[in-house]
């Protein structure tokens, strides 16, 4: 009877761990479908050439000086604007953890990032056009006409713009987990605001700031519409290359090998970044 008994009162605790691991289900079906295989099928184009023969010679292609510039190229930009959003946002989101509707800015600082990409690109191409509102004011402050679409500086500018929110966000919630007690006593022995901020407030609102850089960094590697539209010609990247190759030149297979650097690289800066955030959080405890 006491065995049974037993049974009885287990039998809820053993089903539960059964039960739990039902919800997992659904998350494992969706990465199956939507984070494996395409990984898969990506890898698996890339061993083929335009007419459909097996081969390796993608990846000795890819480490031709061409594409080796497209990389550099890449990376080049993507530092640039995920540097440049860095710049902006921290400051941003320092103030608004001063103001006292910060939700409220929050709020209107990310509305933007729910218009369509598209839309905000084209609206951009309007504002530099040479009968754009930018243009517009130089005129009437006498600079005159400048050509400002096509250029690199339009398309960090665009860039920043787009990607700034992801860099505010972190940052942001970082700062809001930050003591400030902490920032108190810094100031009570005597630090100055540059020291406090320095050795206090940037040191333990990192994670934020490599989340962010995480956010902008690794979706700035693969931009092809920005950088067609509002670059034009002058900023060759490897997902202008991509978008050719799959689109234009129709050979996959090429077009697969670049985006299977573009992954690799991707997983390591993530697998970078994440490590260092928990070594440090279980330096903490």
Known sequence: MRN????????????????????LVPYLLWMLLFVVAPIVLIVYDSLFDVEGNF?????????????????????????????????IGYPAAYLLTRTKHKQLWLLLIILPSWINLLLKTYAFIGLFGTYGAVNAILEL???GNRQILFTDFSFIFVSV??????????????????????????????ASTWTTFRRVIFP?????????????FIPALSLFMITRLIAGNRVI???????QHFLVTQDWGMGATI???????MVIIMIVTG????????DVR
């Open 275 to 282: 490590n260092r955030n928990r070594s440090r959080r279980s």
């Open 204 to 216: 333990l609102t990192l994670s934020g700031v490599k989340s962010g850089c995480q956010a902008v």
């Open 259 to 265: 985006a299977v650097f573009l992954i690799i690289a």
């Open 55 to 87: 081969t390796f010679s993608n990846y000795a292609h890819f480490f031709t000086p061409v594409y080796m510039k497209m990389t550099f190229s890449s990376f080049w930009y993507a530092f640039l604007i995920t540097f440049f959003s860095l710049l």
């Open 237 to 243: 990247t490897l997902g202008t290359a991509i978008e």
């Open 4 to 23: 049974a008994a037993h049974a009885q009162v287990n039998a809820p605790i053993q089903t539960r761990p059964r039960s739990r691991n039902m919800y």
């Open 161 to 190: 713009y787009i990607f700034i929110p992801f860099m505010i966000l972190p940052v942001f919630n970082a700062l809001e987990e930050l003591n400030p007690s902490l920032v108190d006593a810094s100031r009570d022995l005597g």
């Open 141 to 143: 402050i006498g600079i």
